[in-house]
């Protein structure tokens, strides 16, 4: 069996083929640079760029350029290729100790490369020469094949030598320039391929220590509710440090780049399926490896049902036949301040992008926003904005204003907890027990309350002890992780529970903190 990476085809092309397996022939070699001095193995790496990843290349050397002041100089990267063949002289040893994947791949008699490996030093064995002092020529050479596909990078042969460097336990040398975010997640994303990744996680900590760009939420437009979104440039950005985040196990990082990612969106979550084409997106990171992309995305929607969950439960009291009345003004309650609340209402949230008249064409559809980059703070502060209605000044109490507040203030402190984002360790460790989404393998999906009540449709009950609780304020209380869950992943919510009369019975469970 053979590394997929490795043995290429006999393209007939001196500069792609080594002389041989184990040296010893007369085509040209590319050029070595040497890792370890007495290294006895030779990795032969060819580095593919794709012209959508030059052209980026070129377009970011460009961009750089440009924002240097008059008279600075900095050095600059090379002029990128299409192919790039370089040799590493190495120690195999010190591989297959920090490499799993060499240890495997140079290691097991099941694979070409580890027979190659053999055969190569009982070759020299025979000349009485040791590994370590024979000519470059002589070592075994492994090849490695590498594309653009999983990091849209030009530049990985920097990022593979230096990766190379930080397992023998050497400084990197490339430029400090360009130490940028597309670098370190090309290291990344070959240090996951090569399992060597706690290394050189330990490496870029302490030594390394990239920056690490702030993402830009500044609004493009102002649509009524507040954002035009996240443009593509900082949701690469975005997602990209979440995947370094958790290849090089960065849990601070990962955990509040995941709930930016959660609170903001992304144009690849449509729910009309529509998503843009751009070369860029092919990258590993625009969707998120083992499991995350799902959760994250998962979450968010949760979120945004439970947000829009709190006008449709009020336009549903207006409207139900069955609902009583909803005016407060007590014995003079009346049903033209019912029809006027209601009134206002749909004005307010069509008028603000929150709600959308369809009717039974097809074509009212296409009435309906795309909400996949519409941030949550938003939604809550453009909720926040609905005026005091009253259809004369004895109905002071009436209205969505009064009643909607303390629910968006416990929404917004659920939000403010830790616990709406991933965190490292529960994913890469208790994945189930964290996981949002419900598991797909026919098990039951009845929910369990804190107070042991059982209920198979999910209903959340929202009463005032919830939203005075200030214990909801605190980091990381008793309880909260199990009820921001719960609210977020319920099917239905009842927010105005406590509002009904003492005829009205519900079998809904009440939440509690016990």
């Not at 064995?125 to 002092?133: E, F, M, N, T, W």
């Not at 407060?328 to 033209?336: E, F, M, N, R």
Request: aromatic content about 8%; hydrophobic content about 35%.
């Amino acid at each position: 069996m053979e590394d997929s990476g490795g043995g290429a085809p006999d393209s007939g092309d001196p500069l792609l083929d080594p002389p041989s397996s184990h040296g010893g022939g007369a085509g040209a070699l590319p050029e070595v640079i040497v890792v370890s001095e007495h290294g006895d193995v030779v990795l032969d790496a060819t580095f593919q760029n794709s012209k959508d990843t030059i052209r980026s290349a070129r377009k970011a050397a460009q961009t750089q350029s440009r924002h240097l002041s008059r008279g600075e100089s900095q050095p600059q990267p090379p002029a990128p290729r299409a192919r790039v063949r370089l040799a590493f002289r190495v120690d195999l040893a010190v591989l297959r100790k920090q490499s799993k994947y060499f240890d495997k791949l140079l290691g097991d008699a099941h694979f070409k490369e580890a027979n190659d490996v053999a055969d190569a030093f009982a070759a020299l064995s025979l000349k009485g020469v040791k590994p370590r002092d024979a000519d470059v020529r002589e070592l075994p050479w492994i090849q490695i094949q590498d594309d653009d596909g999983a990091t849209a990078y030009a530049y990985r042969e920097l990022a593979f030598a230096d990766l190379l460097r930080i397992l023998h336990g050497l400084d990197a040398e490339t430029p400090q320039t360009q130490i940028t975010l597309s670098f370190v997640t090309a290291l990344a994303v070959l240090a996951d391929r090569f399992d060597c990744a706690a290394g050189v996680s330990r490496y870029v900590t302490t030594r390394l220590k990239p920056k690490w760009p702030v993402t830009n939420h500044k609004p493009a437009r102002d649509d009524g509710v507040g954002s035009g979104g996240m443009s593509r440039a900082t949701e690469n950005v975005l997602r990209q440090k979440i995947l370094v985040s958790w290849l090089l196990s960065q849990p601070p990082r990962f955990q509040a780049a995941t709930k930016e990612l959660i609170m903001y969106g992304s144009c690849q979550w449509s729910s009309f399926g529509e998503q843009e084409d751009d070369e860029t997106t092919s990258a590993t990171w625009w969707y998120l490896q083992d499991g995350i992309e799902q959760e994250l995305q998962y979450r968010r929607n949760s979120i945004l049902n439970t947000l829009a969950s709190v006008p449709r439960h009020f336009l549903s009291l207006y409207t139900s036949a069955r609902s009583a009345r909803q005016c407060k003004l007590g014995y003079d309650s009346s049903v033209a301040c019912d029809s006027y609340q209601l009134g206002e209402m749909l004005k307010f949230l069509t008028n603000k992008g929150l709600f959308f008249l369809v009717d039974f064409s097809p074509g009212s559809l296409d009435a309906i926003a795309d909400t996949a980059l519409l941030p949550i703070s938003s939604i809550i502060n453009t909720l926040r904005q609905c005026p005091s209605y009253q259809i004369d000044k004895n109905h002071t109490n009436c209205g969505l204003r009064t009643r909607m507040l303390p629910i968006l203030d416990f929404i917004e402190s659920l939000l403010s907890a830790a616990s709406i984002s991933l965190t490292h360790a529960g994913w890469k460790g208790g994945r189930a027990a964290q996981a949002w989404m419900p598991v797909e393998n026919g098990e039951s999906s009845r929910k369990v309350f804190a107070n042991g009540a059982e209920n198979s449709g999910n209903t959340f009950r929202f009463t005032r002890a919830l939203a005075s609780d200030q214990r909801l304020r605190l980091e990381g209380p008793m309880g909260v992780d199990k009820l921001i869950r719960e609210v977020f992943t319920a099917t239905s919510w009842d927010w105005t529970a406590e509002d009904q009369g003492s005829d009205h019975a519900s079998t809904t469970p009440r939440w509690s903190f016990r």
